[in-house]
């Protein structure tokens, strides 16, 4: 009798070389991972995200070849492959002799639904079936929504402060070190004139052959790419390159300007790590490892705010949002607090505005893939909730465009922290400004069309008054809000003149997104 066969799952997002799956070679194991049209349209994704996953998960199936596993690779064009996970591990199942399948637990909840629904179809068959955890991330799904039982708001930095005592991370005994838990009042920073960030380390892999595979397939996306100088990395070893490029170049500077904003670089000091540690070529825990290290060693060069406000970004903000995001979805998926229903301005998708800074975040993202988080949160994310926009429109938006956006982390961004259409679950605020911030934290107001210093007027900036417009119209929303209740005093010592002069101008501009 031949050997019974298990059948083995991986997903694109799910390239964890470390995982306890692959300490042992067995034959009569098969490991799958497919390229499927399933994955691929579910939203229009950027070209780059696309073929980064893919070339991703090819070197990653060859990794395991060459440690002797027994790999079964669907691309994209393969005639066997079916485009749904489903149906091709049942081709799997037909073609060996297979009594058990085995995955882990997707990051993401229509997949999650999906995988477990399968699995009880094969289980009245009669084929056994098990799920693993990743082995990626600091915390457990179900963590934050029992750390915050019976709490409407979920305070991020409590959440943080756990996992710092809980992982002894930056912690002497049970206080933190430095004698601060945050230094964001430190990373606040925008650059000084004529500063120039260090240039990003980028690649400069051939992909010219997958995107050909994927433009054959008939995939649709959007965005630009160099397809034989593809910048990200797509391996493990590329990934740790990146790391090592970041920690000793860019660190020092991390912190101080993490949220400045410059034309004249799409990196500044940004390690650009997320889109390696969210298909899992990279773990949180080695990273945080590694940038502790080098402060400890090079402390007279790195302050201990830049430091510390790294691994907030990946300690704090990363397990936060994976946290409620498993706490809240479905549900989280539908939510609109302010039952905004506005279109997305045609400019999103090919930036051709006049408002720069709008017009840079938006081809910049377009080129490269990517925008780093107040360019997403104050920009983009900014603009589409002072002027109303449908929250489906810009989640869908948000989590095609960046490379590394996938649904567990872009969304708790995009309904809680950009757009308070959670209703306060991740923020305590809405996220809004006018153009004051924008020009507060880079150079972008010196060169546009509009004037930041103007209110109403044609050429006024149009988040000058769309500010006072969003405020406004939800004054019954957000009046008792104790963070925002300075807002509402300001806006009624105007008087009722300069109040109609701005809603007048806001409802124009208003009426006329398409053409700003």
């Known amino acids: 009798m031949p050997n019974q066969k298990t059948i083995r799952l991986i997903l ?7 995982h306890s799956w ?47 596993h027994v790999v079964r690779y669907f691309r994209i064009g393969d005639s066997s492959n079916t485009q749904d996970i489903p149906d091709n591990i049942d081709s799997l199942l037909d073609e060996h002799n297979v009594n058990r399948f085995e995955y882990m637990l997707p990051d993401e909840y229509r997949l999650d639904i999906l995988m477990s629904k399968y699995a009880e179809t094969l289980n009245e068959k009669g084929i056994e079936t098990d799920v693993f955890d990743t082995e990626h991330f600091f915390t457990q799904r179900e963590y934050l929504k029992d750390f915050f ?26 206080s933190p070190e430095g004698d601060k838990w945050n230094y964001d009042h430190s990373n606040r920073e925008s650059l000084p004139d004529g500063h120039q960030p260090i240039a990003p380390l980028e690649f400069n892999t051939d992909l010219q052959s997958i995107q050909d595979e994927i433009t054959d397939a008939g995939v649709k996306t959007m965005g630009t790419v160099q397809a034989k100088y593809f910048g990200w990395p797509t391996t493990r070893e590329q990934s740790l390159e990146l790391l090592e490029y970041f920690v000793s170049n860019a660190l020092p500077w991390f912190g101080k300007f993490q949220d400045a904003m410059t034309p004249n670089s799409w990196s500044i000091y940004h390690s650009r790590l997320s889109f390696s540690m969210n298909i899992k070529l990279i773990s949180p825990s080695e990273v945080i490892d590694k940038a502790i290290a080098q402060w400890r060693k090079f402390k007279s060069e790195i302050d201990i705010a830049q430091i510390e406000g790294f691994v907030r970004q990946i300690l704090g903000w990363r397990e936060y949002m994976r946290g409620v995001y498993w706490a809240h979805m479905p549900e989280y998926a539908d939510k609109n607090f302010f039952d905004h229903d506005t279109p997305l301005p045609s400019w999103y998708w090919d930036g051709k505005t006049k408002m720069a800074c709008m017009k840079h975040a938006i081809k910049q993202s377009l080129e490269y893939a990517y925008a780093h988080h107040i360019q997403r949160l104050m920009v983009t994310g900014n603009f589409a909730l002072l002027a109303g926009i449908d929250p489906d429109e810009l989640d869908q938006w948000y989590l095609g465009i960046y490379i590394d956006a996938f649904e567990w982390v872009e969304i708790t961004n995009t309904r809680g922290m950009s757009q308070f259409a959670d209703g306060g679950i991740v923020g305590t605020k809405p996220y809004v400004s006018s153009a004051n911030y924008i020009g507060k934290m880079g150079s972008y107001c010196d060169s546009c069309y509009y004037s930041k210093s103007k209110k109403t007027e044609d050429d006024a900036c149009p988040f000058n008054s769309l500010y006072w417009h969003f405020y406004a119209r939800n004054r019954d929303r957000l009046e008792n809000n104790h963070r925002v209740g300075m807002m509402y005093r300001t806006w009624d010592k105007m008087g009722v003149d300069k109040q109609n002069a701005l809603l007048e101008r806001a409802e124009r501009i208003l009426e006329n997104l398409d053409n700003l």
């Open 12 to 18: 694109g997002d799910q390239l964890n070389i470390q």
């Open 22 to 68: 692959f300490k042992e070679v067995n034959n009569d194991v098969i490991y799958t991972l497919m390229e499927v049209r399933q994955e691929t349209d579910y939203t229009t994704h950027h070209i780059q995200k696309v073929m980064g996953i893919f070339a991703s998960m090819r070197s990653f199936a060859e990794k395991l070849e060459e440690g002797g």
């Open 149 to 174: 039982e019976g709490k409407k708001t979920y305070l991020m930095e409590s959440f943080y402060r756990s996992l710092r005592k809980k992982f002894d991370i930056l912690m002497e005994g049970d």
